[in-house]
């Protein structure tokens, strides 16, 4: 969630940018220096993409760029389903991934403004099923733990900055406390739910000392069950309550419904070869049990983009204001400690 001027933050950028080119999503918003964009810097944009298009190196794309509040590109490219020559649509819908990620922690926030937790309370004040949690050491022939204390528990800012000792389940972390997570059933989105799941870290070592270290983990969605915990409301209703309703995003959830079907876009990932090779979204037309606020959700260009300027206004959006300036404040700040910005993947 938060982000700021560090070492590590280029790496994060990086892969946030390559996120937005797979998802086939591309947004750019913000104030600019001179007065105007120029007419020829959006058809540069719009070519690009298009080139990458025709060369198969994506499949489409939904290009939007806004200033000042105001649109002034928003352009749909090549196929949202290439087999059937499908065309790219302006409110195609996408499975958006770690994009769910900043409205999850923008939930959060919304909670910590009504004065429900304190960013340095530890997590086990609000989720006891993790308290006492010991950090890995090494692991037995017989696939018991080798574990010593924490120096101090997990606090929600370091679980709200990856700093908190948590992995992520395979292929993106590795070793024997990602692999513990999967055999726990953790992040499973069709058999367990996030009260069924998230309990189950409590069972395994943290990766590392709390604080220690930035590594890109679960942490996201433990922050979707604290903020079923802190508002007694389950994950999907409070973000429909507190931020789809408000901000307009009505295109905007952990699934498709049936009528809009014809609209989810397919996934598509590099082959080896060059080519692009499909994978299956079938599964984000029925609803999830997992709401996985690390990358459950599906959206729209429009609908993305009205969160984003809502944080660009520091919290409000057409008079409806749904976080407070401090809280945006916070979030634009780095959060990580010094010594932890060149130690993480």
């Given at each position: 969630?938060?982000?700021g001027v560090h070492p590590m933050i280029g790496r994060i950028t990086v892969k ?173 989105l069709f058999n367990y739910t996030l009260e069924e799941s998230i309990p189950a ?117 057409n008079g409806k204001r749904v976080l407070s300036e401090e809280a945006v404040k ?16």
């Amino acid at each position: 969630m938060f982000k700021g001027v560090h070492p590590m933050i280029g790496r994060i950028t990086v892969k946030f940018i390559a996120a937005l080119v797979s998802l086939n999503l591309i947004l750019l918003v913000g104030s600019f220096t001179y007065a105007d964009i120029e007419q020829a810097r959006l058809d540069a944009v719009t070519a690009d993409l298009q080139a990458r298009v025709d060369e198969g190196k994506l499949s489409g794309a939904v290009v939007m760029i806004a200033q000042n509040g105001e649109i002034q590109l928003s352009k749909a490219l090549g196929y949202q389903n290439v087999e059937d020559e499908v065309p790219m649509q302006e409110d195609t819908i996408f499975r958006i991934f770690s994009m769910t990620k900043p409205i999850t922690g923008t939930a959060l926030m919304v909670l910590y403004d009504e004065g429900k937790f304190e960013l340095s309370d530890p997590v086990e004040k609000y989720l006891p099923e993790l308290t006492g949690m010991e950090v890995f050491v090494s692991q037995n022939d017989d696939g018991s733990w080798v574990t010593e204390p924490a120096n101090h528990p997990m606090t929600i800012r370091e679980l709200m900055s990856h700093t908190g000792g948590l992995l992520y389940t395979p292929p993106l972390s590795q070793g024997p406390i990602a692999s513990a997570y999967a055999e726990a059933g953790i992040m499973n989105l069709f058999n367990y739910t996030l009260e069924e799941s998230i309990p189950a870290l409590g069972t395994i070592p943290l990766s590392y000392q709390p604080g220690t270290q930035w590594v890109y983990s679960i942490s996201v969605d433990v922050q979707g069950y604290l903020v079923e915990k802190l508002s007694g409301q389950k994950f999907d209703e409070f973000l429909q309550e507190r931020l789809f309703d408000p901000l307009g995003m009505a295109e905007t959830g952990f699934y498709v419904k049936p009528e809009n079907a014809d609209r989810l876009a397919r996934q598509y990932f590099p082959a080896q070869n060059g080519t692009l090779s499909r994978t299956d979204t079938g599964a984000f037309l029925n609803p999830p049990k997992f709401l996985s606020g690390g990358g459950g959700l599906t959206s729209t260009a429009g609908d993305y983009m009205k969160f984003v300027q809502m944080h660009l206004n520091g919290g409000e959006l057409n008079g409806k204001r749904v976080l407070s300036e401090e809280a945006v404040k916070i979030m634009r700040t780095n959060q990580l400690p010094d010594a932890v910005g060149d130690i993480g993947q």
